[in-house]
């Protein structure tokens, strides 16, 4: 093993802890994980082991529109939208998928085009596209003028353009053509993406019957995941009320009982961090996506900036609309949410699983957000405070700026 490195700390592999453990990286593969006796029982030579407190796989972040001070809905060449993929890798996030905003037709597919270039080059994972089939009355940072009608015509057209790379779509369930037969999820899974069903106004019982169809849809072999995705549950939805349900009672139902998986924008912000422990203590870890819904700002400063077809001003790190002063987006990285949510009570395994492993499983990937033998050398090195040391994506060390 001439690029042989070991590692040795508090190691969680993305499902479990080791207390002590080792991992050893062969190049751009994992080679072995486990305790200190058996890697020693393995022949692997400890002496030259960095010492690292905490070691955990790359994170992975399924919702994302930018940072560095670039935008992904804004971006109009791959070069551009690097600055954003470079801002959070060297923040830990060494797996992502770029997500779009709601805009016209021809902006969606030219700037799915750029998306499909660096995904094709192995710096993303894929496209998310937050609308346009959303609703207008939970649209918080979507532009309500360019929110659309359904089209399983444009999810096709989408697709053509991002073909393996397209991951999921928002849509609200409640909207006439995004649910049944015909309708924008059947597109959606025909063209191997998901549904992820968000800025909804449902009423109770809508939602239930979007997931319940897409759980039937997806019970078919060679599908991304077999469980569709609620967009940053709480955020963009009808509140969940004791006289008025409405849809996240459905969303956490349908999460406990492993039929969809919840992604939390859980930065402090967008949701109190006691309910984030709550939910995961409620549906499991391995049912919930942390995810950034991070923007331009993410990793800068205090300032003026863009998102999609809308100005936002960010201000003591919130992001908002500058015009309405609706909730922009996030300006955290997924190891600032993963630290965020430890300190507020949530354990580290749990915390770390629903960065990288629950949120590979959407992408239908085994080779990332996992620390096992065969997958991809992704690896984060953190401090006792879980700050960043240093990243490692397959085996190269990313560079800091």
Known sequence: MANKVVLRGRVLTGSTEIPDGVVVLDGPTIAFVGEVSEAQAAGHDLAGARAVPVVTPGLVDIHCHGGGGASFPDAEDAATAMAAVLEHRRAGTTTLVASLVTAAPETLLQRSGVLAELAEAG??????????????????AQDPALIQEPSA??????????????????????????????????????????????????????????????????????????RPTITHLFN???PLAHREAGPIADCLSAAARGRAVVELVADGTHVHPAL??????????????????????AGMADGSYRLG???VTVADGVARLTVGGAIAGGTARLSDVLR???RGGVPLVDAVRSATHTPATVLGRTDVGRLEVGARADV??????????????????????
């Open 123 to 140: 710096e993303i994972a894929g496209a998310h596209l937050e609308g346009p089939f959303v609703s207008v009355e939970r649209c918080g």
């Open 153 to 226: 015509d444009l999810v096709r057209e989408v697709a053509q353009v991002l073909g393996r790379y397209f991951v999921t779509m928002t849509i609200a369930p409640e909207k006439d053509g995004n649910v049944g037969e015909g309708g924008v999820t059947e597109a959606l899974i025909d063209a191997g993406a998901l549904p992820s069903y968000g800025h909804t106004d449902a009423a109770a019982g809508e939602m239930r019957v979007a997931l319940d169809e897409a759980h039937e849809r997806l019970a078919t072999p060679g599908v991304r995941s077999a």
């Open 236 to 238: 963009g939805m009808r």
């Open 276 to 297: 984030v422990r709550d939910v995961i203590e409620m549906v499991g870890a391995e049912n919930v996506a942390f995810v950034t819904d991070a923007m331009a700002a």
């Open 309 to 311: 077809s809308q100005d």
């Open 340 to 342: 965020r949510t430890v």
């Open 380 to 401: 984060l090195l953190l401090d006792d405070g879980l700050r960043v040391l240093d990243v490692l994506r397959g085996g190269e060390l990313v560079a800091q700026a």
